[in-house]
């Protein structure tokens, strides 16, 4: 029976436990947090009913990919990239609007994120760029400059909608040129730049921006903005101002920023109307009592809008508790663990760069969410990976598991068998 499990379940074996565990949890909870998909669906069981049928063809997707050998996705490498190209520029003129950002795009009756796509593309191309110019002494000095010419024209289109995104993919990137050995002086002057870009957009942000929660709040009228802020044109159906271009997300940026930074208010003076994302998210933390009150039994799933997707890790510390909240981070853990024990084990360059740049992008997420959700970092807007809620993004992250998987099965593995010595050999 272990036999025909072992052929049927190829690759490292405690990453597909860590892929089941992940799954098991995410039925349940999203099960548990779509108390808002029922009532607006009228139906009990169809929000998890979908969710499974996710996953369901997220597993059919990454046994595929798993058992392909990784050999080849270095021939996807350039087709993807044209694709990714098309799509993260097509999505800024035609996508669907949702929440004040164009992310999403439909084909076929489904809707999808381009930057899902695009963010394992980058890593394919940055795990190739880094492998074929390697030296004895790490990376060439060109290798820095195609990589950054690269990851410009995908990142900067990502950024303009969808800020926390680009920023995440920017830092795996920068992960996996320090992992691939590029010239710490060249890291050093980008990161410099980077800060220093960084504390202007802040700057720009505080200064043009609008805080969206204190204009509800204030009751100060939209159409007085018109004449103040820079980038504003009235929207003919209600007269709101709108902005346009690349300033139309500073409002969204600034109220997440003061949401952050404000100050503790006593309990009694406490508005849950102005942030009602974070306070609720709070409030499950602090009413799960350390044991949770167990799977089904979320009181704030009924308040959080996201509670499904981008806010699940809290209703996960409600229900399951700090243990159960910290036995899903160790998951993640493990995870990157067994994917650097993959990349060690590598003949060549290529699979280890591309393990440890998948397993860092799905880590990171996961970190960024779980910071989201305790208040350690403003809202960004990241689901937790195998988790949450999703369509595309559900399907493109087993599909990195099955490409780690991959590498784990098929790649050329090191000869770490001691060579015999001439004196050794006449020995014995």
């Known amino acids: 029976m272990t036999n025909k499990l072992g052929l049927l379940f190829k690759g490292d074996k ?244 003061n949401g952050f930074l404000s100050p503790e208010v006593p309990p009694e003076k406490y508005d849950l109307d102005k942030d009602a994302q974070k306070a609720h998210a709070n409030i499950a933390i602090i009413n799960s009592n350390v044991i949770g009150c167990g799977p089904g039994n979320s009181e704030e799933r009924d308040f959080l809008s996201q509670a499904f997707s981008d806010f699940i890790y809290a209703i996960i510390i409600e229900e399951m508790g700090i243990i159960g909240a910290a036995a899903i981070a160790i998951l993640y853990v493990v995870l990157y663990w067994r994917a650097g024990r993959i990349a060690r084990q590598c003949a060549n360059n290529f699979p280890a760069f591309l393990v440890m740049g998948l397993s860092t992008l799905l880590v990171l997420q996961a970190l960024v969410n779980m910071l989201v959700a305790v208040d350690l970092m403003p809202v960004t807007g990241q689901p937790l990976p195998l988790v949450s809620k999703g369509g595309s993004s559900t399907l493109i992250n087993c599909i990195y598991i099955g490409m780690i998987l991959s590498v784990s099965r098929s790649a050329k593995k090191r000869d770490n068998t001691p060579k015999l010595t001439t004196a050794t050999a006449v020995s014995k």
């Not at 990714?84 to 669907?96: I, K």
């Not at 999808?112 to 760029?129: C, D, N, R």
């Not at 007269?239 to 969204?252: E, N, Q, S």
Request: proline share 4%.
């Open 14 to 257: 405690v990453i597909w436990m860590i892929f089941f565990f992940l799954c098991i949890i995410s039925i349940v909870e999203v099960f548990s947090a779509s108390s808002f998909l029922t009532f607006k669906g009228g139906s009990y069981w169809m929000p998890a009913l979908k969710h499974i049928g996710t996953i369901l063809a997220g597993f059919v997707a990454m046994y595929t990919v798993h058992i392909t050998p990784c050999k080849y996705f270095k021939i996807m490498t350039f087709p993807m990239l044209l694709v990714s190209l098309v799509l993260v520029y097509a999505v800024l003129a035609f996508g669907a609007t949702t929440n004040g950002a164009s992310r999403w795009m439909a084909v076929g009756g489904m809707q999808f994120q381009p930057s899902e796509i695009a963010k394992g593309t980058l890593v394919l191309v940055v795990a190739q760029v880094l492998s074929a110019m390697q030296t004895e002494r790490g990376a060439d000095k060109q290798a820095f400059w195609w990589i950054l010419g690269v990851s410009a024209i995908i990142i900067i289109p990502i950024l303009v909608e969808n800020f926390s995104t680009g920023f995440l993919l920017s830092a795996v990137i920068f992960l996996m040129m320090f992992v691939g050995r590029v010239p710490f002086a060249q890291l050093g002057r980008l990161l410099g730049v980077v800060i220093a870009a960084a504390v202007i957009c802040v700057l720009v942000i505080v200064q043009y921006g609008k805080d969206e929660q204190a204009l509800k709040t204030e009751g100060q009228p939209k159409t007085a903005l018109v004449e103040t802020a820079p980038g504003f044109a009235a929207d003919k159906e209600d007269d709101a101002p709108k902005r346009k271009g690349v300033l139309h997300r500073l409002d969204t940026w600034k109220s997440r920023i």
